[in-house]
């Protein structure tokens, strides 16, 4: 299925994260200048393997309007 979101994306971010709830707060408000400064549309994969945490949770706490998040 053709998908014209996903062709206008210009960068691709993916994120490995294990028990990194209290690291994503850091990781977005770094990432986020550095990619709204490109210019270029992107997305954020975060990939979660299986943590014990919350990290998907506190990932889309930490990006409610930033990067997309999917896990």
């Not at 490995?16 to 550095?34: D, G, H, M, Q, S």
């Not at 210019?39 to 014990?52: F, K, N, R």
Request: proline share 11%; net charge negative; hydrophobic share 40%.
């Amino acid at each position: 299925m053709y998908d014209a979101h996903r062709r206008s994306i210009a960068l691709s971010i993916v994120v490995p994260i294990f028990n990194e709830e209290e690291v994503l707060p850091v990781l977005t408000a770094r990432l986020r200048p550095v990619l709204d400064g490109s210019g270029e549309p992107y997305e954020v994969l975060a990939v979660d393997d299986g943590s014990t945490d919350k990290p998907p949770a506190c990932w889309k706490i930490c990006a409610p309007s930033g990067p997309s998040c999917a896990s």
